[in-house]
């Protein structure tokens, strides 16, 4: 089985100012329904997913650079 992770990240010069970037993660859901697990096919409902939420619908959110190292 293959696995597919799908994630977003935007920029641009005036966040990039800020020390900002945009990010989205999960399934893609514009031209399909909202991915969840309880509604999945039982072959799919088998795969191990502890710890994920069960609707995979995200927001954009706003991320900021941590301040001094790592």
């Known amino acids: 089985m293959n696995s597919v992770a799908t994630n977003a990240k ?10 900002q970037m945009l990010a989205q993660g999960g399934p893609t859901h ?21 710890g994920q939420p069960d609707t995979w619908d995200f927001d954009w959110i706003t991320l900021e650079a941590a301040a001094g190292p790592l």
Do not use: G, Y
């Open 30 to 50: 514009d031209d399909q329904p909202v991915f969840s697990w309880a509604k999945a096919p039982p072959k799919i409902q088998m795969q191990p997913h502890r």
């Open 10 to 19: 935007l920029i641009s010069s005036a966040l990039l100012n800020r020390s």
